[in-house]
């Protein structure tokens, strides 16, 4: 009986997926993404680092197509829009990497998005860093499954506070364990029914946290592998970073074999990369550059791409390449097409994958950080040179570590780099808005509203527990006319359930603590007294080397009671009226949950 195949138009914002006539549900590949965070090239063997073993990683390069040349961005945030959009960072709105500058646009349309409505199961594990509150979170940006955390670095990496679709649970054990056991009981779940798992993973990034088993290996070793400026190293960090690899890549392991185990393996893309060069100075096979930099290390970030039968095995390709390429192509791997009105930045790879064409078009690609948009370090890259954000040209063929300024000798290919720096800067960071965004609380898309303090601003002697704001906490809470605020945008208005996440010292326990939305429509408020839940802490002796992120506590749950918030832009506002200790209360999380909320 001939099969019925007709295409399936689905809408999605400002973009259109059409599902092809010549793939079925059953037939459409899987496709399983592991990003792994400040790991840079150089830090697998299989690219020649002899201090850290990666088997496992280093069979899939070898069962995959290698893009030698493949760019991603100077730091996490934005490298994960341009992974989610196709297009470069700063038109989707992403700034910075906290405090509500990650965020990415609500108009535009992501890879998760795309999947879900050509109808796969979609699922996300680990550092998401684009966005908490909905409607930026996971669940409301095309994930039906989340679990893992929103913001941009974790301060405690055993058996941690995580999100599980909004709400807030313990994890278990290591958090990089943890995170692939979800990951592999989602695809052990997936039926018939094709999956896209994305699998953010949130290491080498500090704090420098990994078992024993892995750092017991390497806390003694002589490193034969050096930066190239070894003065500037710091050994102990270096292995502790190798250490995290050792385990990133037993769980990569894991992952491949999930997929074996469930007779998916040869119609699954799986693909292997890293968010921005190593967070430190160690080898990296000689370039310029880590984590920061817009120069080759700093950009230049491992990729494998396998899928059996489909792209060649042992196939290495020096045409650039980069995250703005990932949404075209894996869209193009899998029989969908997809239009949009916004512009995409990158450009499908399949033909380069799967055909190997003698001819492909030149072309450049772009590395942008730092500073305010006038300010900000801008590199260009095209097959052979890179025009840093000096202005020096280096020949990358005959250069790679950007010793030399070819500028003398090429000054036809330095203009055509400049004009492509400039259209940039007139043109991509030109789409950045320069207003402020609120914090989105209670929109109709998720029940659960997250406002970390990460989110907030204090006044008088309250103290973030450590400079990096995205996994910190309010302490030195000592006068009743102290505050802490948080500026939102009530997208619902009604009844909210408040919870704070905090301790309190046995000598503080009596606080009164109260929150209250200032608004136009009126203001309301809430309050509880505080009872002691005291905390050390937590995991502080498992740091491998000396951190600049804060530490987590063991954290209790305060149930302040019910608020009625209005609509609108307003000032939610922690303050302690009454103070009969030496402080209030540590506070690391505000949680709102809607109760006449429809069920979703």
């Known amino acids: ?82 992974f989610l959009t196709g297009r470069y960072y700063p038109r989707g709105g992403v700034r910075g990497v906290s405090r509500g500058e990650e965020r990415l646009d609500l108009d535009e349309t992501t890879i998760g998005d795309v999947f879900k409505a050509a109808g796969y199961r979609t699922g996300a594990f680990g550092k998401w860093h684009n966005g908490t509150q909905h ?4 669940n409301a940006r095309g994930f039906d499954e989340y679990y893992g955390f929103c913001s941009g670095h974790w301060g405690n990496y055993w058996d941690p506070i ?58 003694s070793q002589t490193l034969k592998k050096r930066h190239r400026e070894p003065k500037h190293e710091q050994t102990q960090h270096t292995r502790a970073a190798l250490a995290m690899c050792e385990n990133i890549d037993w769980n990569t392991g894991r992952l491949l074999a999930t997929l074996e185990q469930q007779g998916v393996a040869d119609n699954t893309i799986v693909i292997y990369f890293s968010d921005n060069g190593p967070n430190g100075y160690r080898w990296n096979g000689g370039m310029k550059g880590r984590k920061g930099s817009t120069d080759e290390g700093g950009v230049r970030s491992p990729f494998f791409i396998r899928w059996p039968g489909k792209i060649m095995a042992g196939q290495s390709i020096e045409a650039i390449s980069g995250a703005i390429d990932l949404l075209p192509t894996l869209v193009d791997l899998a029989g969908l097409e997809y239009s949009s009105e916004k512009r995409l930045d990158g450009r499908s790879m399949k033909p380069l994958l799967t055909v190997n064409p003698k001819q492909w078009a030149d072309r450049s690609i772009v590395s942008c950080w730092g500073g305010r948009s006038g300010t900000r370090k801008i590199s260009v890259r095209n097959q052979r040179y890179r025009l840093d954000s000096t202005g020096q040209l280096f020949d990358m063929l005959q250069d790679p570590g950007q010793h030399t300024d070819v500028s003398q000798q090429h000054q036809k290919v330095k203009q055509d780099l400049l004009a492509k720096q400039q259209w940039y800067r007139d043109t991509v ?13 209670g929109h109709s898309s998720g029940t659960i509203t997250q406002l970390p303090i990460r989110d907030a601003i204090s ?18 809470w000592l006068s009743p006319d102290d505050q802490i605020n948080w500026a939102v945008e009530v997208h619902e208005p009604g009844s909210y359930e408040a919870q704070l996440l905090y301790t309190c010292d046995e000598e503080n326990a009596g606080a009164c603590i109260r929150l209250e939305q200032q608004s136009e429509a009126g203001d309301s408020s809430v309050e509880q007294v505080a009872v002691v839940h005291e905390s050390d802490l937590v995991a502080a002796d498992q740091d491998r080397h000396p951190r600049r992120e804060g530490f987590e506590k063991d954290w209790g749950r305060m149930t302040l009671g019910m608020i009625m918030l209005n609509k609108g832009i307003s000032t939610l506002r922690l303050t302690a009226p009454e103070i009969p200790g030496p402080a209030a209360i540590d506070v690391r999380l505000l949680l709102l949950r809607r109760t006449d909320a429809p069920e979703q």
């Open 162 to 219: 995580l999100d599980h679709n909004g709400d807030i649970v313990s994890g278990k054990g290591f958090i990089i364990d943890d995170l692939t056991d979800h990951a592999i009981e989602f695809i052990e779940q997936a039926g018939d029914q094709p999956f896209f798992c994305y699998v953010p993973y949130n290491t080498p990034h500090s704090p420098m946290q990994v078992p024993d088993e892995y750092w017991d290996k390497h806390k």
């Open 1 to 82: 009986m001939p099969i019925n195949r007709q295409l399936l138009f689905t809408t999605i914002g400002l973009a259109t997926v059409v599902i092809g006539p010549n793939l079925l549900a059953a037939e459409r590949p899987n496709v399983l993404i592991i990003l792994t965070d400040d790991q840079g090239w150089g830090d697998l063997s299989v690219h020649g680092n002899t201090n850290l073993h990666t088997p496992n990683i280093d069979d899939l390069a070898r069962q995959s197509t290698v893009l030698e040349r493949f760019f991603v961005c100077p730091v996490c945030s934005p490298t994960r829009a341009e």
């Open 429 to 441: 960071l030109a789409e950045l808005a320069s207003e402020s965004r609120p914090f989105a609380v």
């Open 135 to 138: 409607p930026y979170h996971p």
């Open 459 to 476: 006044t008088g002697e309250i103290q973030r527990s450590a400079r990096p704001p995205n996994s910190s906490y309010f302490t030195n």
